[in-house]
DNA sequence: ATAAAATATGAAAAGCATTTCAGGTCAAGC
DNA sequence: GCTTGACCTGAAATGCTTTTCATATTTTAT
């Protein structure tokens, strides 16, 4: 492969000059920025990025740290991320880490190490005291709450929106209420839990433990939840959870096995995804699409003004009534 | 930040023998080893990337090129690569190209200026002939059939798989049947016309333009397909497409307005999404997560021993009866 | 005891492009 | 006629690491 000294040879200009062409600068008269194009195109050359990126000390480019692509909560976010980053012209590194914090830890140190400009963290298993001290290296931004740090934060109050859903089902006469959650320990999910036992507490419900089901991200779970309440002597009446994919599968499911949705089963689903939407689920609509283009324009934003301080980005929530409920 | 220079310095040795530490190499002295990585951890060091992938012409970085991220058989996709990369410790670049041309190029060039070591390519809008010449800068990988050319390809028979669901459909009594596609000038696509064309042949049967729909990526895009059959004097029986997601919007709206399913309007979806099984849709099962794992191994293979010829890799396919058929 | 092989280390080259600095030309303005 | 500023160009420094080559020291084998 050619490099940019043939290149100054082959115009008879010097690599500096070529440079200059290369880059647009201006000042290069008109006549050696042409011989200089002929011999990129004779040679067919191309920059060694490497080298361009050594010089300058930046890549464009970007990771995301998530735990799974396949999942239309995360995938909304990366859409999200990657039509910010393809109109600033930047890259996106997809680190799926399947919460493993070795996996994690190679991501920041890829920020240390240069070869990427900032992060954006969707869902995270290791504390942010640890990867606070890496926003040194670049800008980090959280697709959650990340408190009062050195990381911005794009977030939707996730407290709020299942507070919401709880009331909305108690409004509607149900005191026997269960959860579907993900990850049962990421923050998002604690405080869901905490709205959950909040709103059951101001009824006097205590919550029971067997209601309240952990890892439940997909279909298949989804299935599953039913498939344990079936197994139960008292029932719930209702469930919110976190996600229109398991609450889709939890009333087919449900149906399938003759409990009727919402009669005998009342069901919240979350993010108004288009599947909450064909089966006609009760949701409480949050837009990760949103959150995701935001979490790259605070990005964007940080890296091109070191001196801006990290930000906060509340984003609004809102229940979506729908035929389950 | 420090770099390798002080390093050395301040463990009074040579560059060269820091970059062995770094790198492990045999032939270090205990002690002077020990002294490196105690000047590693004092001045927090890391390695510039950039200089590494420079010097040594490889960045450990692949490329994925497709249209949409959030789309299940796209997702499934990465989902594979992803995994597989993983485990051979190479990173992924997400390429959302939105089928514009103009992306593609820049993934290509990519590649030419060495910032990735190759590509896959899920789907894609220029041609292979112009894609074949950048296969010299390094090695990619279609996740379709590319032909004999300098492209490996990991694909599935979707003429095949299409002709399959035909013939199932047409065993059951159908004459009636439409289709739905996504882009419908893909190669994928293209196979799949083909298959619908000739099977309606078999049995004296014409395709009508009204019932092949086109576009049908999403959900909404499959309450449209019922909306606008509604509209028809004269409807199909069955349909066939290119994904389950949209058959499975197509069921639920189709029942919704009262069409029975299966009675009135058979469904066969394609992947064996997990949605197909919840929802109880005859689908055609294709691990699209191994195409992608396979797709990352291929690249694997050519990148770790040149003189390999491209090759190419058919999965199967099957037909999972339920009850929309 | 001596040749051969293994171990250990550093200087310098190679990988490639950007940018600063210094020096130059030329035209406009006073 | 002279100063000033705009325009243009190249040498050299800079960013950082890997790797080759030459050399030196040990160890092992004969």
Redesign the interface.
């Known amino acids: 492969m050619a490099n940019i000294k043939q290149i100054a040879q082959m115009a008879g200009v010097s690599i500096a000059t070529v440079s200059r062409v290369l880059n647009e600068h201006p000042y290069v008269k008109e006549d050696k920025r042409a011989a200089v194009l002929d011999a990129v195109a004779k040679l067919n050359y191309?920059?060694?990025?490497?080298?361009v990126?050594?010089v300058r000390?930046k890549?464009l480019?970007i990771a995301v740290i998530l735990p799974?692509?396949?999942h239309?909560y995360f995938?909304?976010i990366?859409?999200g991320v990657?039509?910010a980053a393809?109109a600033c012209n930047y890259?996106?590194?997809?680190?799926?880490t399947d919460y493993q914090a070795e996996?994690e830890y190679k991501v920041l140190?890829?920020l240390?190490?240069?070869?990427i400009d900032g992060i954006i963290i969707c869902s995270k298993t290791i504390s942010w005291d640890v990867i606070e001290p890496y926003a040194s290296y670049g800008p980090i931004i959280a697709c959650e709450n990340a408190g009062d740090r050195e990381i911005s934060s794009v977030f939707i109050d996730h407290y709020g929106s299942f507070k919401l859903g709880m009331d909305y089902l108690i409004t509607k006469g149900h005191q026997h209420i269960g959860y579907f959650i993900g990850r049962g320990d990421s923050y998002n999910n604690i405080n869901r839990k905490r709205a959950y036992a909040e709103a059951l507490q101001a009824i006097g419900e205590t919550p029971r433990e067997e209601w309240g089901f952990d890892r439940v991200f997909?279909?298949?779970r989804?299935?599953e939840v039913i498939r344990q309440i079936l197994t139960m002597k008292e029932r719930p009446t209702a469930l919110i959870g976190a996600g229109d994919?398991p609450a889709?599968?939890i009333v087919?499911?449900a149906r399938k096995h003759g409990i009727r949705v919402p009669e005998d089963l009342a069901v919240i689903g979350l993010d108004n995804q288009?599947?909450a939407?064909?089966?006609?689920i009760t949701t409480i609509e949050q837009s990760m699409?949103e959150v995701g283009g935001l979490a790259f324009q605070a990005f964007y934003e940080r890296i091109n003004n070191k001196d801006l301080p990290p930000t906060k980005h509340e984003l609004p929530f809102r229940l979506i009534e729908r035929s389950t409920v």
Chains 1, 2 share one sequence.
């Open positions: 191309s920059q060694n990025m490497n080298a990126h050594l000390g890549t480019m799974y692509v396949n239309p995938a909304s990366i859409d990657a039509n393809l890259k996106l590194l997809l680190c799926q996996e140190e890829l240390k190490m240069k070869q997909t279909f298949e989804g299935v994919d889709a599968a087919a499911e288009p599947i939407e064909v089966m006609g699409k």
